[in-house]
């Protein structure tokens, strides 16, 4: 699998408080990458990716968060071939997120759009494989 993942890509931080979020990031030096806005289930959310020390946070709204130690939603790793890293993690037998259970996912988070999948790890971390563009 060593083959296909590049690097760390992004961690993903789900907020119900998003100018909150990015005060305190900011406080430390983060730069606002990109910002959008989107939808989740139904409703209107901001999604901004911050660039902190040259690692990319995807933060973005939700209405309720867990608010306890460990509540980063996700580790994601930029993979070439998302769709062997995927066909080779089904092979493997790995549990995947209902989401991407059948399917590669499609985000519109992203500039470029991104194309991501994610399954869980032994301590029920979730971790993305994605590819933007």
């Known amino acids: 699998m060593n083959e296909f993942v590049k690097s760390l890509h992004h961690v993903g ?3 119900a408080d998003m100018d909150a979020t990015l005060a305190f990031y900011q406080s430390f030096g983060a730069k606002i990458a990109y910002e959008k806005k989107d939808e989740f289930e139904g409703r ?14 995807e933060c973005y709204e939700r209405p309720a968060t867990e608010k ?12 070439e071939r998302v769709e062997e890293m995927y066909a080779l993690c089904k092979e493997k037998g790995y549990r995947f997120m209902a989401d991407c259970a059948q399917q590669i996912g499609e985000s519109t988070y992203w500039p470029e759009g991104a194309r991501w999948f994610i399954v869980y790890g032994p301590n029920e971390e979730k971790i993305e494989f994605c590819r933007e563009g």
């Open 44 to 57: 209107p959310i901001r999604v901004v990716l911050l660039n902190f020390a040259g690692m990319l946070i």
């Open 68 to 79: 306890c130690v460990g509540a980063i939603d996700h580790l994601a790793f930029e993979v």
């Open 13 to 15: 931080l789900p907020t």
